[in-house]
């Protein structure tokens, strides 16, 4: 079955680049999500990439796309404290009604 | 903007009581999930639906069950709750265009409700 990894924590200082990645195994994903939690919340969806995508971009947000490796990673530019929040990473999974979730990465931003 | 509203956002029930989570959506989307969510584990999937009256196991089911007599309520059921089932439990849900992935249909979550089982 599809299986999701990503490192459980990062911390940054506010204004330097956040980067979260993300390894997935189902080659077949044709979708890869980025969500966003903050404290107290449910997820919300920041940002997604189509399998034939190398790169999106929207605003401070890249995501980049290595389907060799099967790597995902978000970048975030000019990270500030409204950005400290769990960050999960998701890919379909089976019959494609269901995404399989990231453990979450839970990013610190520092002043 | 969709909205999916979560009966309640902290719940305290003791052991071996039948515990009622109900999740409503106001989109008309087929598709709705229960995912539990505990720290270090990410999101587990527990039932879905994609229709009503219709319903799938996801990765751990056992010790729930689900209903979906509406299109628009989700309901996930405890019949007897355990302290191993204290956790956050969030409501998702999504429409169908061929797909989840084809269509590239997001989940929308609720808020979570907070489950302790004493």
């Known amino acids: 079955g599809e299986d999701v990894e990503q490192s459980l924590f990062l911390s940054v200082r506010e204004g330097d680049s956040s980067v979260i990645n993300c390894t997935y195994t189902d080659s077949s994903s044709t979708y890869l999500y980025w969500y966003k939690q903050e404290p107290g919340a449910g997820l919300q969806l920041l940002t997604y990439?189509?399998?034939?995508?190398d790169m999106k971009q929207d605003q401070r947000l890249t995501v980049l796309l290595n389907k060799k490796d099967k790597h995902l990673s978000l970048r975030i530019a000019d990270t500030q404290t409204g950005d400290s929040a769990i960050y999960f990473c998701?890919?379909?999974?089976?019959?494609?009604?269901?995404?399989?979730f990231g453990s979450g990465t839970q990013l610190t931003v520092l002043p | 903007d969709v909205k999916v509203t979560q009966s309640s956002r902290y719940l305290v029930k003791r052991t071996g009581e039948k515990v009622f989570l109900e999740c409503v959506q106001d989109m008309d989307h087929e598709n709705m999930f229960w995912y539990r969510q505990d720290p270090g584990l990410g999101l587990r999937l527990i039932y879905f639906?994609?229709?009503?009256?219709?319903?799938e196991k996801g990765d751990i089911p056992e010790g729930y069950s689900v209903s979906r007599e509406k299109k628009e309520r989700f309901s996930l059921i405890l019949e007897s709750a355990s302290t191993n089932q204290t956790s956050m439990y969030l409501c998702a849900s999504s429409f169908s265009k061929g797909g989840l992935t084809r269509s590239g249909a997001p989940l929308h979550f609720g808020n979570g409700t907070r489950l302790t089982v004493t």
């Open positions: 998701a890919a379909p999974k089976g019959s494609a009604r269901q995404l399989t």
């Open positions: 639906s994609y229709d009503v009256k219709m319903k």
């Open positions: 990439i189509f399998s034939n995508m």
